[in-house]
């Protein structure tokens, strides 16, 4: 895959391998000498290099927002206090925001001059 950036481990087993120390390949493998209770052993996904798990990750997470980023069916409740305030103070709430509408529509054709002489 050549759109894959540098340093991922590539499974291509080509002539620069055979002439490598064989020690060098055997020692990774190895199971360890004792077995100590306390003692981190590398699991079997540890195997995959921190670029290629780094690769992974991103794009399973960008592919789950690239699916979502579309979606615009978010419901915004609006009614005034519905779930915060008791009957009385939700109707006075609606009562004074009413008001505040009908003023404004109100003060936006007044033709009065409010003392700029």
Known sequence: ???????????????GEAGSNPFESTSKQK???????????????????????SLQRRKTELKSS???SQKTNA????R???????PEEQML???V?????????INKFSLDDDGDE
Do not use: C, W
């Open 1 to 15: 895959l050549s759109s894959l950036p540098k340093g991922l481990p590539s499974r291509k087993r080509g002539a």
């Open 97 to 105: 925001k009413e008001r505040s509408r009908r003023s404004r529509k």
């Open 66 to 68: 690239l699916k979502n």
């Open 80 to 86: 005034i206090g519905e779930y915060t305030m008791n």
């Open 75 to 78: 419901f915004v409740d609006r």
């Open 93 to 95: 709430a609606r009562i």
């Open 31 to 53: 199971r360890p000498k004792h077995e100590v209770h306390n003692r981190n052993l590398p699991k079997a996904g540890a195997k995959q290099s921190a670029l290629a798990r």
